[in-house]
């Protein structure tokens, strides 16, 4: 069978929200995936950090299917006995005291919002309907009505409208603008530690505690949306523990299940947490028993594995090789751990264009922003496989 073929196929009863590169992935293991041809490439994208764990761990698909024979859907109407396993295991990891389980990145980010909003009108005694949430400009957050509210990116909201109000958006990274922002009725500022879909953009240092100190000052909550940075991503468990910054909320999503399932949460203070009662939020498959048990094992394998570690480690030396290449495109190369964006002259070509050559190589890599190359490979990912992909990169992007 051809890709081809069922690229075409698909193009006829798949809505278009998607320009993927032109190949149908038929098995992943580990770093790899195969195409329908037999193709093989290395996956320098993790589906954003989603496969982390890599393709198929051993561990993980274990646990999901004993998991499975046991009992994977159950109304929340009832307790299971994987719930607590899981959640004591999140917050201890996050330093945190409650979580609730969500399925979608955007689902706990939408949680997040609604914690924060009744916290500010219960709590802090904000007066009804008030609330302001302080944003980033470049933010991603996920694609909900609510969330692309206070989006930036045009086409991430043509012809969406009306959106929802109680957002302000603030350069990110200038924290002189958020401080000017705040206002008694901020009840919360929301941010990436490092911008990922923006391009890995990274803050200045110091910043993300800095918006700590502004926050704690002003009886406002940091809520930090770790989905893609968190769990050992740039190499800590959070992204905001390089500042030892503790927010008041944590998102994770992605990772959390283990590469196997959507598995997303947020984990926050008790004060804050506290805020939902019985009605006042919930989910269908939100904390199944399935998820709980993967999101465990994905969370102790972490762990276990030295996975955050490792990212730390590895992404030290697939940088310092790709800052070795001698390039006529790249002009700038950033990141932290195994999450590294490469901009490219666009003078000399394009970021998808050479994402393309690069598959040609038998890597795959995207473009975010037409500018950038981003590479995050699965933390799993070893010294020789790098070194494997440095070879090819420096193939494609080299003199
Ligand atoms: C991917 C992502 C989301 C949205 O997660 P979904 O599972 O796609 O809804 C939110 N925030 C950040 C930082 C992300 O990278």
Redesign the pocket.
């Known amino acids: 069978m051809l890709n081809t073929t069922f690229i075409e196929r698909e193009k006829s009863v798949n809505a278009q929200n998607y320009d993927p590169i032109p190949v149908v992935i038929n098995r992943g293991e580990g770093v790899w995936l195969w195409d329908v041809e037999g193709n093989r490439y290395m996956d320098m994208l993790s589906a954003?950090?989603?496969i982390s764990h890599g393709y198929g761990h051993p561990r993980l698909f274990k646990a999901l299917t004993e998991q499975a024979s046991r009992v994977a859907v159950c109304s929340r109407a009832m307790y299971h006995d994987k719930m607590s396993d899981f959640l004591e295991t999140l917050c201890k990891l996050t330093g945190q005291d409650q979580a609730l389980m969500m399925?979608?990145?955007?689902?706990?980010?939408e949680t997040a919002i609604k914690a924060a909003r009744r916290w500010g009108y219960q709590v802090k005694g904000i007066p009804a309907n008030q609330a302001e949430i302080i944003v980033m400009e470049g933010?991603?957050?996920?694609?909900?009505m609510g969330?692309i509210s206070f989006s930036s990116e045009d086409t991430y909201k043509k012809d969406f409208g009306p959106f929802l109000p109680g957002f302000k958006i603030v350069p990110y990274g200038d924290i002189d603008a958020l401080k000017a922002a705040i206002t008694p009725n901020t009840c919360a500022v929301l941010t990436?530690p490092i911008?990922?879909?923006a391009g890995v953009l990274m803050p200045p240092k110091g910043w993300l505690k800095d918006i700590e100190t502004a926050c704690r000052a002003n009886n406002v909550l940091l809520v930090v949306?770790?989905?893609?940075?968190g769990l050992g991503r740039t190499g800590r468990m959070l992204a905001s523990d390089h500042e030892d910054v503790k927010p008041d909320i944590v998102?994770l999503?992605?990772a959390l299940g283990g590469g196997f399932l959507?598995v997303?949460a947020i984990a926050g203070r008790r004060e804050v947490m506290a805020v939902f009662n019985p009605g006042s939020h919930g989910s269908t498959f939100g904390g199944n028993p399935l998820a709980a048990a993967v999101g465990k094992e994905a969370l102790d394998t972490l762990i276990d594995e030295n996975l955050i570690e490792k990212s730390a480690e590895l992404g030290a030396y697939f940088m310092a090789g790709l800052q070795k290449i001698k390039s006529p495109y790249i002009t700038a190369i950033r990141g932290q751990g195994l999450w590294i964006g490469v901009d490219i002259d666009p003078a000399k070509s394009t970021a998808r264009a050479l994402c393309m050559k690069l598959l040609n190589e038998g890597i795959i890599a995207r473009d975010t922003h037409k500018v950038t190359i981003r590479f995050a490979p699965p933390l799993v990912i070893t010294k020789d496989q790098i070194y494997w992909a440095l070879e090819r990169i420096k193939k494609v992007l080299g003199e």
């Open positions: 954003y950090s989603a399925n979608s990145g955007a689902e706990a980010v933010n991603f957050h996920g694609r909900t969330i990436e911008q990922g879909e949306d770790e989905i893609q940075s998102i999503g992605k959507p997303s």
